[in-house]
T-cell receptor, first 112, second 113 residues
Framework: QKEVEQNSGPLSVPEGAIASLNCTYSDRGSQSFFWYRQYSGKSPELIMSIYSNGDKEDGRFTAQLNKASQYVSLLIRDSQPSDSATYLCAPSNAGNNRKLIWGLGTSLAVNP | NAGVTQTPKFQVLKTGQSMTLQCAQDMNHNSMYWYRQDPGMGLRLIYYSASEGTTDKGEVPNGYNVSRLNKREFSLRLESAAPSQTSVYFC????????????FGSGTRLTVV
């Protein structure tokens, strides 16, 4: 079992729709969870962080965390073509809180 | 505010050559990291430095060495480059990962022929 699992995609949504990106993780002790966006040929950029069960909203982005189910998701409302990128899920490492554990990412394509 | 600066941005090496990738951050972060990213493999940690004066191996340290020169700078050295080290290399830094995650540099695209 991979430590962090994400559907590789591509996930294709029409402009204006809601994009839903999912992530499951195996380390029950993970305390913090991060979503990074990576455009093709660019470096990862932090877009959301979440630490407690429930929802956290920031503009068009909502992160959802369920530690009991070891599940974290990212919703993007009113998707724009500029949201087309790979989204990386990264829980913190319970055994070493100075490190993140990385998923392989989900590729999102928003079609005009 | 430059954040994390990596040099060079692109490099082509011949097999057996050596080189050093440079990384500097101006955010007063304690921890610094070197990752490589390959298609289908995701981000893999090469080495990290939890604080000035310490370095530790990550998942894929073979063929690499690092130096934490001071709090700002963390370099990655390839002593004898191999084609398997063709990759995109990212440096990252963090003040406190659990709370803030990482900030990444723009990356170095390295090709070993």
């Amino acid at each position: 079992q991979k430590e962090v699992e994400q559907n590789s995609g591509p996930l294709s949504v029409p402009e204006g729709a809601i994009a839903s990106l999912n992530c499951t993780y195996s380390d029950r002790g993970s305390q913090s969870f991060f979503w990074y966006r990576q455009y093709s040929g660019k470096s990862p950029e932090l877009i959301m962080s979440i630490y407690s069960n429930g929802d956290k909203e920031d503009g068009r982005f909502t992160a959802q965390l369920n530690k009991a189910s070891q599940y974290v998701s990212l919703l993007i409302r009113d998707s724009q073509p500029s949201d087309s990128a790979t989204y990386l899920c990264a829980p913190s490492n319970a055994g070493n809180n100075r490190k993140l554990i990385w998923g392989l990412g989900t590729s999102l394509a928003v079609n005009p | 505010n430059a954040g994390v600066t990596q040099t060079p941005k692109f490099q082509v090496l011949k097999t057996g050559q050596s080189m050093t990738l440079q990384c500097a951050q101006d955010m007063n972060h304690n921890s610094m990291y070197w990752y490589r990213q390959d298609p289908g493999m995701g981000l893999r940690l090469i080495y990290y430095s939890a604080s000035e004066g310490t370095t530790d191996k990550g998942e894929v340290p073979n063929g690499y060495n690092v130096s934490r020169l001071n709090k700002r700078e963390f370099s990655l050295r390839l002593e004898s480059a191999a084609p398997s080290q063709t990759s995109v290399y990212f440096c990252a830094s963090s003040w406190a990962v659990v709370n803030y995650g990482y900030t990444f540099g723009s990356g170095t695209r390295l090709t070993v022929v």
